[in-house]
């Protein structure tokens, strides 16, 4: 199973970007979704997690400000952002679910998207 994130890119502190993600040998409007941000602590943060049923998780510093989706007809999720912070600058990366440990996601499943907020 690997995944790849996409729609990266520099974008003024305020404004918004959208991310995709795309699996392959995994189907996301099955497993679900989630999402990871690697930022300049080198720390993985689990920033949502989309099951496939039931409540969406945000994190505490993305929470009114990101929303994620899935789109069940290609099987494609996202990850909309909006009112980005310095903060947000970090490689984000997409996984199926959360079952390998923080630890060790951003990374494991695939390449992620590089989001730059800057002033």
């Known amino acids: 199973v690997r995944t790849a994130a996409s729609g990266g890119g520099v974008v003024q502190i305020g404004g918004s970007l959208k991310l995709s993600c795309t699996g392959s040998g995994v189907i996301l409007k099955e497993s679900g979704a989630v999402w990871y941000r690697r930022g300049s602590g080198d720390e993985c943060e689990l920033i949502t997690k989309m099951p496939s049923v039931g409540r969406t998780y945000y994190a505490d510093a993305v929470k009114g400000r990101f929303l994620a989706t899935v789109d069940n007809v290609i099987s494609r999720a996202y990850l909309s952002m909006r009112s980005l912070r310095p903060e947000d600058t970090a490689i984000y990366f997409c996984?199926?679910?959360?079952?390998?440990?923080?630890?060790?996601?951003?990374?494991?499943w695939g390449q992620g998207t590089q989001v730059t907020v800057s002033s």
């Open positions: 996984a199926p679910d959360d079952s390998i440990s923080r630890a060790e996601a951003c990374g494991y």
